[in-house]
């Protein structure tokens, strides 16, 4: 063989470079143990063997054969799946800046463009959440302000609760607009009230996506994104958030009429006057996207959970009358007719105990947002590399065997010493853990305590008429949240 010319040689040399690169990657990860899991199939990978309604009860019994490490398969993409409150307290608290990434999820990158704080990453996501979390609570968040917020809407909610007369009624969207009108106080500096059609809109926007969001099409789009043009489910939401965002828009550019650095009434106002401060900066954060995608991630995380955690707690007290009793009687003795305030808390401990087993049982998040390894890590003895989507199954802590005296029952006792006492439990892990810790875990674990308290002081929850407590389906509804079937109750006045 003659001599080659110089631009052949390089380009040999590069190729070898990268041959011998990519063999050494190879060897790297199949010489170290990824966790194990199911056998994939071409193409589909774990697929068929998915309840893809629920996939976090197909994940759960993946545990029971796999251990806490385990992975699995759909489509193409591979997943870590973290089971049980020590593999996620490992993974997401001792080894965090390992797990704190979110990997590229088709459908959120159509919304969110890696802009907000939800799936976002690297310096946006630290600047927006810094900046989420320094704001809320200059609004009130853990204060006595929002407290009072709180009470306020709190007595909206009762009359509008009275307004029924004990006749039957559905609470879904009351509740998502009494738990909305908290946070949209902090973002816009206003209330609406429950029937504002605006309102009404932009919460039946969220419900209608947190429904679609865990539909089997979407997971077939996040798997195959190029036959997205297929699932009309997709198209509706990305429909529901160019709404949402349109309103966002309209709202922003209304208050830079009138925005006074010295008169900041909202997250908003607080937003534009940074990026007022940062206009000449080439690579900051405080643009428009940002803004809309921010309000829209808080305004989300701030009303649907709460909501359905509180809907959660009316259906199992209605499911266990003891129960409710219980926490009347508690509420009558200790506090009487005085409005339920955030300092009653540690004297009411059969409700705090109820309230917090509401949030183990209902399981409202099965799973966390999907995270994302950002370096190579050893976890539970297993090789994970760089990138791989992470899956912390919270249901799992919830429902631990190991953690929990009585996992699949609704008892209260859970959270209680011997003496009757509140005790904290680790294994409760409804907001996550660690870097991606829900940014509005404060604000939701007071409006949980004032809600329900305020709730059960006023009113006694009763199935509808025909309806007896064996009736009462406690099987979650399909969506990316596990809401309870849609019911009809009675909210009888107590006496």
Known sequence: ??????????????????????????????????????????????????????????????????????????????????????????????????????????????????????????????????????????????????????????RCLIQKFESFEGKPFESTTIMNAATANIIVSILLGKRYQYEDPTFVRLLKLINENVRLLGRPSIMLYNMIPALGFLFTGRRTVLENMKVFHAFIQDTFIERLKELDVNDQRSLIDAFLIRQQEEKNKSDGFFHNENLKVLVRNLFGTGTETTSTTLRWGMLLMMKFPEIQKKVQEEITNVIGSAQPRIEHRAKLPYTDAVIHEVQRF??????????????DVTLGGYFIPKGTHIVPLLYSALYDESEWEKPLQFFPEHFLDSEGKFVKRDAFLPFSAGRRVCACEILAKMELFLFFASLMQRFTFQPAPGMSTEDLDLTPAIGITASPMTYNFCASPRS
């Open 362 to 375: 209902a399981s409202v998040s099965p799973t966390a947002s999907l995270h994302a390894t950002a370096a």
């Open 1 to 154: 063989m003659g001599w080659m010319d110089p631009i052949s040689m390089l380009f040999l040399f590069a190729f070898t470079l990268v041959f011998l690169w990519k063999m050494s990657s190879f060897w790297k990860s199949s010489s170290q143990k990824f966790p194990p899991g199911p056998r994939p199939l071409p193409l589909i990978g774990n697929l068929h063997l998915m309840d893809l309604n629920r996939p976090y009860k197909t994940m759960m019994k993946f545990s029971k054969e796999y251990g806490p490490v385990f992975s699995i398969q759909l489509g193409f993409q591979k997943m870590v799946v973290l089971a049980g409150y020590k593999m996620i307290k490992e993974a997401l608290v001792n080894q965090a800046d390992a797990f704190a990434d979110r990997p590229v999820i088709p459908i959120f990158e159509d919304t969110d463009h890696g802009h907000g704080i939800v799936f976002a990453n690297g310096e946006n996501w630290k600047v927006m959440r810094r900046f989420a979390i320094a704001t809320l609570k200059d609004y009130g968040m853990g204060k006595k302000t929002i407290e009072d917020r709180i009470i306020k809407e709190c």
